[in-house]
């Protein structure tokens, strides 16, 4: 059996792993069919950190994990409507796992690409080999060909930041299940960067990928610059078209995790870049991964969505960072002339989203503060910075000073704030972001996952010393409340917005 026979391409023929075969890897003696009894044991292979991740587009899911050992190893796969009392069927899919050795920590690491999908299904899965299954998980897919698609934005968990790895943990699970039961049917969640404090320590990914949500639900990983400094995140997480060339690194590769990668999902492409070099050509080689990606699949999409991990207009402690200044000058012009929509970022942990940027510019003067509705036009792009959906650490919005950048000054219609934003907030309780794709539209909304009340590592732990709207508060809105929400119209005024064209006449010669 296929999951989906019709759109198996030659190259990507699933394989059903004999399991004798399997089984002798991982030194099990049974004879199948024999009588005698299979002697590998779920002791003898430890499986941990199971997460679902996305894959190229809409049909694949990618599965990674940790293993005790690196034997052969499968993903098990199956119509949740075809187990019986919890067994997977006869006709269950395998897909063979990829497994290295980990270059830190110890142990091994799998993951395998689950592909051919069908749409408007619940699937089961498992991973590890014959007597040595991981538990049972499930996900659903959604209508393929639709124009709505609803994803979930998620800023900087970074699991350990507040000192307490169990209330950080907390608060993140918690973000995650009020976020998926408001919207169950999120198709992706989405990482601006930062799972965890310290990018080896292990205890904090365990606590990060402690939620079962998170192998229900495929998780687009992002690299922070809490998460570079060794290659724990990739061993975590497998991403599916990925480039690691040298100056993403700038030079320093070897010791470094992440890249840069991109998906297509339904009607958008997705653009995931490891921003934490920017000198020595770093943003110029990312500009052209973005450019030739947009090239060769922008086209196919009417939304590109670019993510990365340091906001270029934060609003926050990191508002004139070294790297964000050199950033507003390398970044805007290029994603306007390439036609990125909407920019989702980190790092600040706190959040923004940005009037219509133009070229580095306000796209039109008159855009108020604020704004419901705004109308993106070509080259416009909305920049977003996602606050902490985990209340590990908050950093408190910052006043222009345009002694540390003249180019990020006061908004003229509203000067406590940066001229870049249309809206700036920072509350002390956790967030996240959920955007709704609606044919030519965009809705974008801050949405609140928790109150002033534990689990908020950083209030609790006394971190922070007020709670709320103000400056000085105690109480926060409800739990599902939006702290902003934006519907951006991506059609101009002439019509349907030609991206491609755009890009070829603007900045692809
Ligand atoms: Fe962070």
Redesign the pocket.
Known sequence: MKLNKGTQSPGHVLRRVAMSATAAAIGVTAVFGSGLVTTAHADSLKLTGIVLGVGANETQRVVSWYSSAGTAQVIQVAPTAKLVKGEFPASAVTFSATVAANSVNGGYNGHATIDGLKQNTSYSYRVGAEDAWSPTYSFTTQDFNGNNLDFLFF??P?IG?SGNVAKDGAGWEDTLNVALAANPKAELLVSG??QVETANTETQWDAFLASDKLRQYPWAATI???DVGGRAYEQHFWTPNTDRSAPYYNGSAATRSGGDYWFKYKNVLFIDINSNAYTNGSDAAHIDYITNVVKEHGADAKHTVLIY?HAIYSPAAHANDNDNKQRRQDFPTAFSKLGVDLVLQ????AYSRSYVIKNGQKANQDEQPGADSVVKGPGGVIYVTANSASGS?YYDLTAPDVTKDPNFGPDPLNPKSHWANSVENQEHVRTYVRIQVRGNKLVVENIRSSTCAAPNAAVELGQVKWCGPNNGATTAPAVGSAVDKVVIHTQDNKGNENKSAAAESDWLQ
């Open positions: 800023g900087d970074q930041s960067g930062d922070g610059n809490h991990h980190g790092h600040d942990h650490k």
